[in-house]
């Protein structure tokens, strides 16, 4: 398939234009900082663009079969990237003809976290909270085929393939989840189509149910 990708120099979104390299996808990585992913790789083009920018999205759209969103806010403070951006992919898709968008939330919106997690939505992660349910609710409210994924705490862990994923709420696991697993249940997701217009809670397989099958640990 051919894939577009935003957020592409984040954690997320280089682990996305590996993985789906190496399942023999083509990419095009649409970022503000072309210089910062380096050398350029085969079935690999990289656009220079404002992800909140409806009209430069839909001229790079174009022939795509599906968009995946990862991007990140610069820090806990005041943001609106996620909203903006949102707005303008999904502006941009229904103008371009693309349904089918796969995007990054937070499992902090999980009101079944428990009194801390509320704590810290209130709190420390208030901005980043606000920004990631407007962009839900301009997603939710499209007319495109998305998926929402929203996992817990990010690492740097290795691709593992072994996590739990649940509809609408947290599944049993552990709070920890690398960003390598995350982009390889987007990748699954798109090829499987399990999870359409659903917000999907991950956790890591400590302890889980509902374990996706993938690669196996290494």
Same mark, same amino acid.
């Given at each position: 398939?051919?894939?577009?990708?935003?957020?592409?120099?984040?954690?997320?979104?280089?682990?996305?234009?590996?993985?789906?390299?190496?399942?023999?996808?083509?990419?095009?990585a649409?970022?503000?900082?072309?210089?910062?992913?380096?050398?350029?790789?085969?079935?690999?083009?990289?656009?220079?663009g404002?992800? &909140?920018?409806?009209?430069e999205?839909?001229?790079? !759209?174009? $022939?795509?079969? #599906? /968009?995946?969103?990862?991007?990140g %806010?610069? +820090?806990?403070?005041?943001?609106?990237?996620?909203?903006?951006?949102?707005?303008?992919?999904v502006?941009?898709?229904?103008?371009?003809?693309?349904?089918?968008?796969l995007?990054?939330?937070?499992?902090?919106?999980f009101?079944?976290?428990?009194?801390?997690?509320?704590?810290?939505?209130?709190?420390?992660l208030?901005?980043?909270?606000?920004?990631?349910?407007?962009?839900?609710?301009?997603?939710?409210?499209?007319?495109?085929?998305?998926t929402?994924? &929203?996992?817990?705490?990010?690492?740097?862990?290795? !691709?593992? $393939?072994?996590? #739990? /994923?649940?509809?609408?709420?947290? %599944?049993? +696991?552990?709070?920890l989840?690398?960003?390598?697993?995350?982009?390889?249940?987007?990748?699954?997701?798109?090829?499987?189509?399990?999870?359409?217009?659903?917000?999907?809670?991950m956790?890591?397989a400590?302890?889980?149910?509902?374990?996706?099958?993938?690669?196996e640990?290494?």
């Amino acid at each position: 398939m051919r894939l577009f990708v935003l957020g592409a120099t984040g954690g997320i979104g280089r682990q996305l234009l590996t993985q789906s390299l190496e399942r023999g996808h083509t990419v095009t990585a649409f970022v503000r900082s072309p210089q910062k992913l380096g050398a350029s790789r085969e079935r690999l083009t990289v656009l220079e663009g404002d992800p &909140r920018s409806a009209t430069e999205l839909q001229a790079a !759209l174009s $022939g795509h079969d #599906a /968009v995946f969103s990862a991007l990140g %806010p610069p +820090g806990p403070g005041k943001t609106t990237i996620h909203r903006d951006a949102a707005r303008a992919t999904v502006t941009a898709m229904e103008s371009a003809g693309v349904r089918r968008l796969l995007i990054v939330s937070a499992a902090i919106l999980f009101d079944s976290q428990g009194f801390f997690f509320r704590l810290l939505r209130s709190t420390l992660l208030r901005n980043i909270a606000e920004d990631t349910e407007a962009m839900e609710r301009i997603v939710t409210a499209s007319r495109l085929d998305y998926t929402i994924a &929203r996992p817990p705490r990010l690492t740097n862990g290795r !691709l593992t $393939g072994r996590y #739990a /994923v649940e509809d609408e709420r947290m %599944p049993r +696991g552990g709070p920890l989840v690398s960003r390598a697993d995350v982009a390889h249940f987007l990748l699954e997701e798109l090829e499987r189509n399990e999870h359409v217009r659903r917000m999907v809670g991950m956790a890591s397989a400590k302890g889980a149910r509902g374990l996706v099958p993938g690669v196996e640990p290494g």
